[in-house]
């Protein structure tokens, strides 16, 4: 059974950085695209970012652009979010998530999810 785990979440002021880490387990990696999904308090569950199987490709929200970075390391199974310029509407749960047919922005079409972790920004 492929697993996730989400780490490196936080509280940091507006403009601080934080790097999440979804490291995965249980299958082949590079056989999966994946994707970065954030839910904020009393709001639905939402696309942030997403990265091929290759890590050549990657498609980001709007509200993200310029902001975030995706990548990933397939020799160590890991995926990355690069959180810069962070702002207090960045608060959320952040999800990771694997998809074995391809980058997608529609949560229905990943297989696998982590538990989340909370990143906080404070004004």
């Known amino acids: 059974q492929v697993q996730l785990v989400e780490s490196g979440g936080g509280l940091v002021q507006a403009g601080g950085s934080l790097r999440l880490s979804c490291a995965v387990s249980?299958?082949?990696?590079?056989?999966?695209?994946m994707g970065w999904f954030r839910q904020a308090p009393g709001k639905e569950r939402e696309f942030v970012a997403t990265?091929?199987?290759?890590?050549?490709?990657?498609y980001y929200t709007d509200s993200v652009k310029g902001r975030f970075t995706i990548s990933r390391d397939n020799a160590k199974n890991t995926m990355y979010l690069q959180m810069n310029g962070l702002k207090p509407e960045d608060t959320a749960v952040y999800y990771c998530?694997?998809?074995?047919?391809?980058?997608?922005?529609?949560?229905?079409?990943?297989?696998?999810w982590g538990q989340g972790t909370q990143v906080t920004v404070s004004s």
């Open positions: 998530a694997a998809n074995p047919k391809g980058t997608s922005y529609y949560q229905r079409e990943y297989n696998y």
């Open positions: 249980g299958g082949t990696f590079r056989s999966y695209a």
């Open positions: 990265i091929s199987k290759s890590g050549f490709t990657t």
